[in-house]
């Protein structure tokens, strides 16, 4: 859909060029563009490889371990509903720590990660889960503590101080996260869980002739829970076999 919609823009643009005798600006401003673009990049290089240098450094010493260590009581307070000790609770605050720092090449692969964690204890295979939508909810609108991206964006751009924006930048990602937080628990009771598509694996659907003992189930006469026995139980005798020797 976005193909089209730039599709459509560039078409529109050229055919107004075209009908105001403009084809010979649009071409200007298409080669200064690409060579603003090609400088910007390369001045762009630069900066990122200095701030990703040293959030590797922070990475390889620990500081991302530590972080995650430190938020694990809060991750454990915005994530209920995964279970004490689960390795999806780890993945998913090593995520939010790399966010928090700004590691970007760490966590991308650290939030596929959790992804895939969320989806193992996820009860609903076919629908997201209560804390995927929380995670992509935190790592969407994540609190960022140095933002490299912006920081190299402002240097290649000629900016006097650009690391002015570091504060500015923690708190309107702080105000994003609160607000995406509470949006997710507001709007959650509206958003229930959707019934599987026809086809779909029913793996995590309990089997029809499980035990049902936690909701009380019981036989015909309601006085003995229901079995599901492997073996078949043994056919009546033959009344008109060979009687006792």
């Known amino acids: 859909m976005l193909d089209l919609i730039w599709l459509g823009l560039l078409i529109v643009g050229l055919a107004v060029a075209a009908a105001t005798g403009r084809v010979e600006q649009v071409t200007e401003a298409v080669m200064a563009s690409t060579q603003l673009a090609v400088e910007t990049v390369i001045g762009f290089l630069g900066v990122t490889s200095l701030w990703l240098g040293l959030m590797k450094i922070a990475e390889e010493a620990g500081l991302v371990t530590a972080v995650a260590r430190g938020l694990q009581p809060l991750m454990r307070r915005i994530f209920p509903t995964i279970p004490p000790g689960d390795p999806a609770l780890g993945a998913v605050v090593m995520s939010v720590s790399a966010n928090l720092l700004g590691v970007g090449p760490a966590a991308t692969p650290l939030g596929l990660k959790a992804m895939q964690e969320l989806q193992r204890i996820n009860p609903h295979k076919h629908a997201a889960s209560d804390a995927m939508v929380t995670f992509l909810a935190l790592t969407t609108s994540g609190v960022t503590l140095v933002p490299a991206t912006v920081i190299a964006v402002r ?22 996260t609160v607000t995406a937080l509470a949006a997710d628990r507001l709007l959650r009771p509206l958003a229930p869980v959707p019934p599987p598509p026809p086809g779909a694996d029913t793996a995590d659907a309990p089997h029809p002739g499980a035990v049902d003992g936690a909701a009380g189930a019981s036989g015909p006469g309601g006085d003995a829970p229901r079995r599901c026995d492997a073996s078949p139980a043994a056919p009546p005798p033959d009344p008109s076999g060979p009687g006792p020797a």
């Open 155 to 176: 240097a290649a751009a000629g900016s006097a101080n650009p690391a002015e924006i570091v504060g500015p930048t923690l708190l309107a990602s702080t105000v994003a």
